[in-house]
C-alpha cells in the first residue's frame, strides 16, 4: 500500500498567529490518525513552515511580491504573469497529492481588506485542480462571510463548489455560503481548529489585563475611510489603556499577527508608563500560555479572543467581524462585546468593570462551555478522516510519530 500523500494549503507561516495554530491541530490529527501519511504545504511562508513543523513547503505565489502594491509597469506585468505560471504551478503540486487540506483560516470571507486576484483566486485554482486532477480538496472548519465585492464573491463561491469537502467553524459561515449560492445541504458546523490545540494551565496574575490589538482599518467596502477608522480604534484602545494604568492595574499587550506591531508600540509610547508591556510570542500556544497569566483580557483579533476564552479568562471582545460576536455568544459571554470599527473608550471601561465584577461567574461558564467544545472538535477530527482521508498502513489511533518527509521540491 502507498502511502496517503496529503498537501496542506493557505497564508500559513506568513505571520498570522490563527492561520498557523489551524495547520497545526490538524498537523497533530494528521501525526495522530495517519502516521504514515507524508505531508507537505503550499503556503505563504514556506521557510517558517518547514524550519516550524518540519514538513517540505512549496512558495504559494510565482511572483514573490504578490501582496504588495504594484507601482510600476514591471510590477504590473510580473503580477499578471504570476497568475498564468501560477496555474500550472498549483496543478502540478495538487497532482503529487490524494488529498489536500485547507486547514481552518477564514478563506471564504472578506471582512478584512481583500483583492479578489490575490488570496481567492489562489484558492480557486487549488480547487479547480483538485477537481480536474481527482485530488479531494477539503475545507476544514473554515470562516465565510456574505461578499458584496462581485469578482471575490465569484471566485469563493465557485472555490467553495468544487471542494470535496466542506465544514464550517460557526454557523454564520455555513448560511453566508448558502446565501451566496452554495448547497450546503451536507456542510457540517463544528468548532475551529484552534480549539483542538492543547490548553495550559491557568495562573492569573492578579490585577493583569490583557488586551489584544490590532492594525483594524475596517474591510473591503472601507477603504476611503481606512486611515479614519484606524485613527479612531487605536485611540480609543489607548485611552482604555490608560485608564487601566491610572487605576492601578498591569497591562500586557498581545497581538495575532506581526502586521499589528506597530499599534503596540504607539500605546506603550503613548501611555508611557512601566505598567504597560507587551508579549513576545510566536504561536497559540505561547499567546494561550500569556493569556493564561492574566485575570481578564480585552481583545480584538479572532484567534486572540479565542484563545483567551480557551484558557478560561473572562474575555470583552472588540470586534471587527460578525464571527467574533458568534464566538461570544457561543461561550455564553454575548453581552461583553464592542465595536472596533467605533470604539468608544467610556462605554468600554464601563464594560470592562461590569466584566470584572462578574469574572468568577464567567470562569464557571467558559469551563463548562469548553468541555462540550472538546467533545465536538474531537467529532470534527473523526469526520474528516472517515471523508477524505482513507486508513494507512498504520492503524488509525497508533502512537503519533513524524512524518516521512517528502523531497523538498519547489515548484518553478
Known amino acids: ?55 517540505p513547503a512549496t512558495r504559494l505565489h510565482w511572483y514573490h511580491a504578490e501582496y504588495r502594491t504594484a507601482s510600476s509597469v514591471a510590477a504590473m506585468a510580473g503580477k499578471l504573469l504570476g497568475k498564468l505560471v501560477d496555474i500550472a504551478r498549483t496543478a502540478a503540486w495538487v497532482r503529487r497529492h490524494e488529498v489536500v487540506i485547507v486547514p481552518g483560516m477564514g478563506v471564504l470571507e472578506a471582512t478584512l481588506p481583500l483583492r479578489p486576484w490575490g488570496f481567492p483566486y489562489s484558492l480557486f485554482l487549488l480547487c479547480a485542480a483538485g477537481r480536474l486532477l481527482g485530488t479531494r480538496v477539503a475545507l476544514v472548519s473554515v470562516g465565510a462571510d456574505v461578499i458584496s465585492h462581485r469578482a471575490t464573491r465569484a471566485l469563493v463561491r465557485a472555490a467553495a463548489r468544487l471542494a470535496a469537502y466542506r465544514s464550517y467553524r460557526d454557523t454564520l459561515s455555513r448560511d453566508a ?174 464594560q470592562f468593570t461590569r466584566l470584572e465584577q462578574r469574572a468568577p461567574e464567567l470562569r464557571r461558564t467558559l469551563a463548562e462551555r469548553n468541555l462540550a467544545v472538546a467533545k465536538r472538535i474531537e467529532h470534527q477530527l473523526t469526520a474528516l478522516s472517515a471523508a477524505v482521508l482513507p486508513p494507512t498502513r498504520s492503524a488509525a489511533g497508533s502512537a503519533p510519530a513524524e512524518f516521512p518527509t517528502a523531497a523538498s521540491q519547489e515548484i518553478r
Open 177 to 350: 455560503m448558502r446565501a451566496m449560492g452554495v448547497d450546503t445541504a451536507r456542510d457540517e458546523v463544528h468548532p475551529d481548529l484552534a480549539f483542538a490545540l492543547p490548553t495550559p494551565r491557568s495562573y492569573a496574575e492578579p490585577g493583569t489585563v490583557g488586551v489584544g490589538v490590532m492594525a483594524f482599518r475596517g474591510g473591503n467596502d472601507d477603504r476611503a475611510r481606512a486611515e479614519q477608522i484606524y485613527r479612531r480604534y487605536v485611540d480609543g484602545m489607548t485611552r482604555f489603556v490608560r485608564h487601566l494604568v491610572d487605576s492601578g492595574r498591569s497591562v500586557r499587550l498581545f497581538t495575532g499577527d506581526e502586521v499589528d506591531q506597530p499599534v503596540v508600540a504607539e500605546i506603550i509610547a503613548t501611555v508611557g508608563s512601566p505598567r504597560v508591556s507587551a508579549a513576545s510570542v510566536s504561536s497559540l500556544d505561547e499567546l494561550m500560555r500569556e493569556m493564561a497569566a492574566v485575570d481578564t483580557v480585552v481583545a480584538t483579533r479572532y484567534h486572540n479572543v479565542l484563545c483567551a476564552l480557551k484558557v478560561g479568562t473572562p474575555t470583552l471582545s472588540v470586534g471587527y467581524a460578525a464571527k467574533n460576536d458568534v464566538l461570544m455568544a457561543e461561550m455564553g459571554l454575548a453581552e461583553f462585546r464592542h465595536p472596533a470599527r467605533a470604539v468608544d473608550a467610556g462605554r468600554l471601561i464601563e
Open 1 to 55: 500500500m502507498r502511502r496517503l500523500r496529503v498537501g496542506v494549503f493557505g497564508l500559513l507561516g506568513s505571520g498570522n498567529l490563527g492561520n498557523d495554530g489551524s495547520l497545526e491541530a490538524v498537523l497533530h490529527h494528521l501525526r495522530t490518525a495517519h502516521p504514515d501519511a507524508v505531508v507537505d504545504a503550499l503556503c505563504g511562508g514556506p521557510e517558517r513552515v518547514t524550519a516550524r513543523y518540519g514538513i
